[in-house]
C-alpha cells in the first residue's frame, strides 16, 4: 500500500512541476480577504488555517475563475498531507510550515493574515527570490505548498470543467495543435 501512496506522491509532483509555469503569472492577481475555512482540519491545527488559506490564496488568487481556496484547495492539502505523508515526511514539512510562518510574520511585526493582498504578494515573492541560507526551511515550505496547490487547484471538477479544455472521453491523439485552435486554454488533466 506504501508503494501506491508513494507513487501517487510521484505522479503528483511531477504533475506540479509541468504546471507551475502556467500559474506563475498568478502572482500578480488581487486577493479577496481571507475567510474562516469551513472544515474540520486533519493535520493543521485552528490557528494554522487562516495563515494557511491566506498563502493559498496569494499564490492562486480570485479572477477570472475562483481562488484556490474556493474550490477546496486547502482542505485538499490538509487531506493528502494528513492521509499520504509518512510520520517522517508530516514533521518535515510542519517544521518547513512554522518555519514560513515564523518568516511571514515577522517582516513587517503583524500578523500575514492581515496584510493587504499587494504586500502579502511582495513578501512571498521576496521569500522566492531570497537565496540566504536562513530562509532556506520558510522557502521550503512555500514552495511545497505552492506545488501542490497548484497541483490539486488545476485537477479540481470546477477549474477542469470550466476553465480548461476537457474531454470525459479521451478522442484522438492530436500531437500539434496550435493553442489558437483550443481557444487559448489548456487541457485538463
Not at 506504501?2 to 503528483?12: F, P, V
Not at 510562518?101 to 502579502?120: A, C, H, R, W
Amino acid at each position: 500500500m506504501k508503494r501506491r501512496n508513494t507513487i501517487k506522491l510521484l505522479t503528483l509532483g511531477t504533475g506540479a512541476v509541468f504546471v507551475s509555469p502556467l500559474v506563475s503569472g498568478l502572482l500578480s492577481g488581487c486577493k479577496a480577504e481571507p475567510k474562516a475555512p469551513e472544515f474540520d482540519p486533519e493535520f493543521f491545527n485552528e490557528n494554522d488555517l487562516p495563515f494557511l488559506v491566506a498563502v493559498i490564496d496569494t499564490l492562486i488568487p480570485a479572477t477570472d475563475s475562483p481562488s484556490a481556496s474556493g474550490v477546496g484547495v486547502p482542505q485538499m492539502l490538509d487531506h493528502m498531507i494528513a492521509g499520504l505523508y509518512s510520520e517522517t515526511d508530516q514533521a518535515n514539512f510542519s517544521m518547513q510550515f512554522s518555519a514560513l510562518k515564523d518568516y511571514l510574520n515577522t517582516i513587517d511585526g503583524q500578523s500575514f493574515v492581515y496584510l493587504d493582498p499587494e504586500e502579502q504578494t511582495a513578501h512571498i515573492q521576496e521569500l522566492i527570490n531570497s537565496r540566504e541560507d536562513s530562509t532556506n526551511a520558510a522557502r521550503s515550505g512555500l514552495l511545497a505548498i505552492k506545488n501542490q496547490s497548484v497541483n490539486y487547484y488545476l485537477n479540481t471538477e470546477t477549474i477542469a470543467k470550466n476553465h480548461l479544455n476537457y474531454l470525459p472521453v479521451p478522442g484522438p491523439f492530436l500531437p500539434c495543435v496550435p493553442l489558437d485552435e483550443l481557444n487559448g486554454k489548456a487541457w485538463a488533466i
